[in-house]
């Protein structure tokens, strides 16, 4: 098991704070097919995350984050430039190459260490206060785009896309329709196209939903160690033709290893009742059909494709560790979730579905809680890993069976009904109805 150790002298390294604002120095590395250079950055403290700067240490690549407990709670930061220069980091992504070690040992069920993108500008003047934040789930009040490079603890992982309409791709102010007041939207793909390893195990059917329970977790008889620092790659890739995004495929790097992602149970079935295996996983428009992301923004968008569009403006990287309590009776939720279930534990989604093993009521008593970014690579794909095991071409999609319809009215081939079909994915059971009366 792999520790970090943080004396006292090593807490904050150049770092300016006051009232309003903290930051602190970062490096990160652009990569080209002649190797990696050092680039100076900073991280800029959320401006609603205030209280927590002593939960920041920051040393040379490596950026730990903790969580400071119910009072506190945990720091989220962004990528902002160098001293001098006060504003975001933009990050453009299509056919680029983003890879970031993590040691998240300590973050049970119940935690989140979150590394992902959204769709803020370059707040030029404001960056170092930690202003203008926006999400796909309008947190602060304001929707854009997010790219969920990782979201984790030591039990359940994931990463997803979350396009939003054109107009509220990036920061907006005064755009009404890009205002949250807490309710649902679609503007925004809220429930996202998402890929969890965990889930979509052999056996799956339209009725059941099994699990990867040996993939990622505790010890070296999981293919990926959470116990143990592991590296996390990401490419994305375009359309040859269009330019579209296509393809966000994702390997890890653990002690010399590649590991690839297990083969996920969600094509379209060809017996009626069992879903086909998809090797080698990626987000695609092929996959996100299989999961069942309807989004269209009401309009004509496509989850991958507009997500890609979106990038096109820019996006920030944005890092936080948090957590949200869990609480189950006999291994159940008492609502359709709790806490961060849709994450790592048991939610009823239309039917009881796993999103990672968590069944106990979760607690933050204990701790320390912490998740330590570091080595934060952006380049060409293929460049970033040092020679590391090579990255493969992404697999060609599987064509849907002819004659299937994943989604349709009861008493056809194969037969659905409310909530067997549909549901096994991150459909909330409210939209079944609805979903079911869709032909894919």
């Known amino acids: 098991m792999v520790n970090h150790v943080w004396p006292l002298a090593m807490t904050v390294v150049a770092f300016a704070a006051t009232a309003a604002s903290f930051t602190a120095d970062l490096t990160i590395q652009q990569c080209t097919q002649s190797g990696c250079t050092p680039v100076q950055k900073r991280v800029a403290l959320d401006s609603t995350s205030n209280g927590t700067e ?21 720091p989220r930061v962004y990528l902002i430039e160098e001293d001098g220069t006060n504003k975001n980091t933009m990050f453009m992504l299509k056919n680029q190459e983003f890879t970031f070690d993590v040691e998240l040992s300590t973050m049970p069920c119940g935690f989140n260490a979150a590394l992902y993108f959204v769709g803020m500008d370059a707040n030029e003047g404001g960056a170092e206060d930690g202003t203008k934040y926006c999400d796909a789930q309008a947190v602060d009040g304001t929707f854009c785009s997010e790219m969920d490079i990782m979201e984790a603890n ?11 309409i054109d107009a509220c791709g990036s920061y907006t102010s005064g755009v009404k329709q890009c205002e949250g007041n807490g309710s649902p939207s679609t503007v925004c793909d809220q429930n996202g196209c998402g890929l969890n390893p965990f889930r979509y195990g052999p056996g799956t059917t339209y009725d059941t939903e099994t699990n990867n329970v040996g993939w990622y977790g505790h010890g070296a008889d999981r293919q990926l160690d959470s116990t143990q620092v592991y590296t996390v790659v990401t490419q994305f890739h375009t359309d040859a033709g269009t330019g579209d995004l296509a393809n966000v495929s994702r390997f890890y790097l653990q002690n010399g290893k590649r590991i690839g992602l297990p083969t996920l149970y969600v094509v379209t079935p060809t017996d009626g009742k069992h879903m086909g295996g998809l090797t080698a996983p990626s987000l695609t428009k092929e996959f996100c059909g299989f999961i069942y992301d309807r989004w269209n923004g009401d309009a004509q968008y496509t989850p991958l494709a507009q997500m890609g569009k979106n990038m096109e403006a820019g996006m920030v990287l944005a890092m936080s560790a948090w957590y949200a309590q869990e609480t189950y009776t006999d291994g159940k939720p008492q609502g359709t979730q709790t806490g961060m279930s849709w994450l790592d534990g048991t939610n009823n989604w239309g039917k009881y579905i796993k999103a990672g093993p968590c069944d106990v009521t979760t607690s933050q008593d ?11 690579k952006i380049g060409d794909i293929g460049t970033t890993t040092g020679g590391g095991p090579p990255s493969p071409s992404p697999p060609s999609p599987p064509a849907p069976p002819s004659g299937q319809h994943v989604c349709a009215d009861p008493g056809s081939t194969p037969a659905c009904n409310v909530c067997s079909a549909c549901c096994h994915s991150y459909i909330p059971a409210a939209d079944c109805d609805k979903c079911v009366k869709e032909s894919c």
Not at 54 to 74: C, F, Q, V, W
Not at 154 to 164: L, M, S
């Open 54 to 74: 002593s939960l920041i240490m920051a040393n040379g690549t490596t950026l730990k984050l903790s969580y400071g407990g119910a009072k506190l709670g945990g």
């Open 154 to 164: 030591t039990e359940a992982q994931q990463f997803t896309t979350h396009a939003c």
């Open 366 to 376: 204990a701790g320390p809680y912490h998740a330590t970014f570091s080595n934060i």
